[in-house]
């Protein structure tokens, strides 16, 4: 199976919080991700798990000290958030932010231009966003709202499922997706992810607990602690994890 995403040995450090900078936080990650799948990185907190999913995309906040990451058989290391995405790579957020007088529908409608290089109408664009949102089983009534703007946590994330269905990224990574959500919204998320899953885009699952993975058809399940990555194997180690805790799987067996 071919790789979509291999990361080679990567050292990460902070260059902006005065407190913590230059501490590092990567110690060499070895990571590779198969094409057409879902896989999942866990891990307690603190572990490295969200810097690894910003890094990937390329956050300014954090410095590659050494080491490399490569999407599409492509050495993407140094490339700005702009070009990773119009690569097709995607980054959910754990923390979304609200962007108060961005309307929903005008911000998805440019996303869309800029990453498919197509210039569709407003109003053909808004009748298909209506419809794909009856078919992920979001209210359309989001599309009137300003980006995030009052939304609650399961909102946010619905919203950020929306986003990729418009965006169809090769490569969607989603920090901590199923953070604060009811049952429904665990039920809502999970299949829209397989249905994206079915139309072409692979996912990798940042969390710490097997809440979502339980509901999707994961490859592998990779386990961060203090920045590595110290087991992998498939998804029984998410169960057992969930049985027995970290550390008393991870840490004795390491």
């Known amino acids: 199976m071919k790789n979509l995403l291999e990361i080679k040995n990567l050292h990460v450090r902070l260059n902006k919080d005065l ?4 501490k590092e936080i990567l110690k060499g ?6 094409e057409n799948s879902i896989q999942a990185v866990m891990g307690p907190n603190g572990s490295g798990k969200s810097t690894l999913a910003q890094v990937i995309m390329g956050d300014p906040s954090y410095s590659i000290h050494s080491g490399s990451v490569e999407f599409l058989s492509k050495d993407i290391t140094n490339l700005s958030v702009t070009k990773k995405a119009l690569m097709g790579l995607f980054l959910s957020f754990q923390h979304p932010v609200e962007v108060p007088g961005v309307n929903v529908g005008t911000f998805l409608h440019a996303s869309y231009k800029a990453i498919h290089k197509i210039d569709v109408p407003i109003f053909e664009f808004a009748r298909d966003l209506r419809k794909l949102s009856k078919e ?4 359309d009534a989001f599309i009137a709202r300003n980006l995030n703007e009052g939304f609650s946590g399961g ?3 619905r919203l950020e499922l929306l986003q990729m269905a418009v965006l169809k990224p090769k490569l969607a990574i989603l920090d901590e997706i199923d953070s604060g959500l009811d049952v429904d919204g665990l039920m809502l998320i999970s299949q829209g992810i397989k249905k994206l899953k079915e139309e072409g885009t692979s996912f990798l699952i ?9 509901k999707l058809d994961i490859l592998k399940v990779s386990i961060m602690v203090n920045g590595k990555i110290v087991q ?3 998804v029984d ?6 049985k027995k805790g970290y550390k008393n799987i991870v840490y ?3």
């Open 19 to 22: 407190e913590y900078k230059d």
């Open 29 to 34: 990650v070895n990571f590779k991700m198969a």
């Open 136 to 139: 992920l089983g979001i209210n």
């Open 155 to 157: 909102e946010k994330k």
């Open 206 to 214: 940042i969390t710490h607990t097997k809440r979502i993975i339980e």
């Open 232 to 234: 992998e194997g498939d």
């Open 237 to 242: 180690l998410a169960y057992k994890i969930d």
């Open 252 to 254: 004795k067996e390491t």
